[in-house]
């Protein structure tokens, strides 16, 4: 029998396996000494799209940012503002979540830590 259709996703880190300190791709720090963590949970290639989830924790701190891949989010815990390039700011709280397109730019500030569920997207 093949692999099963389906995996389950933790909504909490305890247990995971770190894939270490990591800071964004395309992510410049603007403010702040920014800490980032990532569990991994998903990674696979089809048709030349890398397609991966899993659990992102950052400290406070302040990111410019610009996004290369498509990506859905879900914080489970502590406070983002999103800021769009030339666009209002946007503030992100446990249970919000938020769809970025590629070349999304703009600027990432953790008010308050925060850990989120995301899905990302990427042309390989």
């Known amino acids: 029998m093949g692999e099963p259709f389906f995996q389950r ?13 990591v800071r964004p791709r395309g992510f410049t720090v603007a403010s702040g000494d920014p800490q ?4 991994r949970h998903y990674l696979a290639e089809e048709d ?8 992102w924790e950052s400290t406070e ?4 940012f610009r996004f290369e891949h498509w990506e859905f989010f ?11 390039e030339g ?5 992100l709280r446990a ?5 970025m397109e590629p070349g999304f730019t703009g600027r990432w500030e953790v008010v308050e830590t925060m850990l989120k569920h995301y899905v990302t997207r ?3």
Not at 9 to 21: F, M, Q, S, T
Not at 48 to 55: A, H, I, R
């Open 9 to 21: 996703v933790p909504a909490a880190v305890a247990g995971l396996p770190l894939d270490g300190y």
């Open 36 to 39: 980032c963590r990532n569990w």
């Open 48 to 55: 030349g799209v890398m397609t991966s989830s899993g659990l």
């Open 61 to 64: 701190g302040a990111f410019a």
């Open 74 to 84: 879900h914080v489970i815990s502590g406070v983002v503002v999103v800021t769009p």
């Open 87 to 91: 666009g209002e700011p946007m503030t």
């Open 95 to 99: 249970g919000d979540a938020l769809v």
């Open 122 to 124: 990427l042309r390989v």
